[in-house]
């Protein structure tokens, strides 16, 4: 009678080691996938940031390089350029061109998809000061450029403090 309880015991001690073994190696499963989670997430929250910060700084090189332009067309205009004859220098559209592009490039990362479509609006509002008919019409659309570019800068900002 004592072999039998002495083999009852090891089969239940050998269960709740089985059982131990069992919770614990399910409880790490759990716990190593809740890390990786996390970890993706950081990253992702990480990436976003590094995008929205370059993003915001081609944004305001775009309105920088927008009103250099404005400048150059305004002071050409004045010496006797027809409006809206090669009034910028080539330099400066390359660079408003590669800017435009990176702008563009940049916010297809962006996850918001508000946000997004702002900084289309935004880009496109900087983009048509160059297509003014006249020197009035230009300066109207360069304020409503800044003014754009000035209310995503604070979009941006509002998201990139979403990030963190």
Do not use: C, P
């Not at 996938?33 to 940031?49: P, V, W, Y």
């Not at 003014?147 to 800068?153: F, K, R, Y």
Request: glycine content about 6%; overall charge neutral; proline content about 0%.
């Amino acid at each position: 009678m004592e072999a039998i309880w002495g083999l009852i015991g090891t089969l239940i001690g050998a269960l709740a080691s089985i059982g131990t073994t069992w919770i614990t190696a399910r409880n790490a499963s759990t716990l190593q996938i809740a890390i990786a989670e996390r970890a993706r997430d950081e990253q992702n929250r990480t990436f976003q940031r590094e995008t929205l910060l370059e993003l915001q700084m081609a944004v305001s090189d775009i309105l920088r390089l927008v009103s250099r332009a404005h400048f150059q067309g305004r002071m050409a205009f004045r010496s006797g350029t027809a409006w809206g004859r090669n009034m910028i220098d080539d330099a400066l559209d390359a660079e408003m061109g590669t800017t435009f592009r990176k702008v563009s490039l940049l916010t297809a990362r962006v996850v918001d998809d508000q946000l997004r479509q702002e900084v289309q609006q935004a880009v496109a509002s900087a983009a048509r000061v160059s297509a003014a008919v006249d020197e009035h019409s230009a300066i109207a659309q360069v304020t409503i450029a800044m003014n754009a570019g000035t209310a995503l800068m604070e979009r941006i900002d509002i998201n990139l403090r979403q990030q963190y």
